[in-house]
């Protein structure tokens, strides 16, 4: 079956470690986006990608990195920047059709990262 | 600034009692509106895109409308298994495909 697959479903992060998240689709899609979720909060974008080897910052891109190498994988760094890194991480996928487009985001199950 | 606003924030009923969830937006070059469902500890699952003010969409007891500055959700005599957050996102203008999620709606159908 096509989808998103987010891993691992938990990650706990000490004081000063860099942590990475992997997504990967097998839907095809060019775009690719990384959000973050907190209680009480909407879902806010942190980086995403439409094409491989480009990607742009988003909303709250500080204190973390990304790298499109391949169509298929989108992994997210959290650096140890991030002074508050505790969240719910949620990648996404959509075809992309530039100024045309109104695809769908079609996301993962998602990764709760935790601090030590 | 682009804002969205979901009320209530929560809503209770009971099996079979239909009601409709509202979202506000305010947002530069709507370019449509998305529905999502979310269940605990899980990613959203898409629903419905709505392009222009007028347009309506339907799946089972759900159907989405949407007008110049806001969009309802009516869920038509819920059943328990429909109990999850709902979530709207306007896309704004530009080649992004930038969405701005509002917080949602977490409803919650008593048998």
């Known amino acids: 079956d096509g989808g998103i697959t987010q891993s691992p479903k938990y990650l706990f992060r000490k004081e000063g470690q860099n942590v990475t998240l992997s997504c990967e689709q097998n839907?095809?899609?060019?775009?690719m986006y990384w959000y973050r979720q907190d209680p009480g909060q909407g879902l806010r974008l942190i980086y995403y990608?439409?094409?491989?080897?480009?990607?742009q910052k988003g909303d709250i891109a500080e204190g973390y990195s990304v790298s499109r190498e391949k169509k298929e994988s989108f992994p997210l760094t959290v650096t140890s920047a991030q002074k508050n890194p505790t969240a719910f991480y949620l990648c996404?996928?959509?075809?992309?059709?530039?100024?045309?487009?109104?695809?769908?985001?079609?996301f993962g199950d998602g990764t709760r990262l935790s601090i030590l | 600034e682009d804002q969205v606003t979901q009320s209530p924030e929560a809503l209770r009923l009971q099996e079979g009692e239909s009601s409709s969830l509202n979202c506000s937006y305010t947002?530069?070059?709507?370019?449509?509106l998305f529905w999502y469902r979310q269940d605990p500890g899980k990613g959203p699952e898409f629903l419905f895109t709505?392009?222009?003010a007028g347009e309506e969409k339907e799946k089972e007891r759900l159907k989405a409308t949407l007008t110049k500055k806001e969009s309802f959700l009516h869920i038509t005599a819920p059943k328990p298994e429909d109990s999850a957050t709902y979530l709207c996102?306007?896309?704004?203008?530009?080649?992004?495909?930038?969405?701005?999620f509002g917080t949602g709606t977490l409803l919650a159908v008593q048998p």
């Open positions: 839907l095809n899609h060019d775009a």
């Open positions: 709505l392009y222009s």
């Open positions: 990608s439409q094409i491989v080897n480009d990607f």
């Open positions: 996102a306007p896309k704004v203008g530009g080649a992004t495909n930038k969405l701005i």
């Open positions: 996404a996928s959509s075809t992309y059709l530039g100024q045309a487009g109104n695809q769908p985001q079609h």
């Open positions: 947002v530069s070059g709507l370019r449509g």
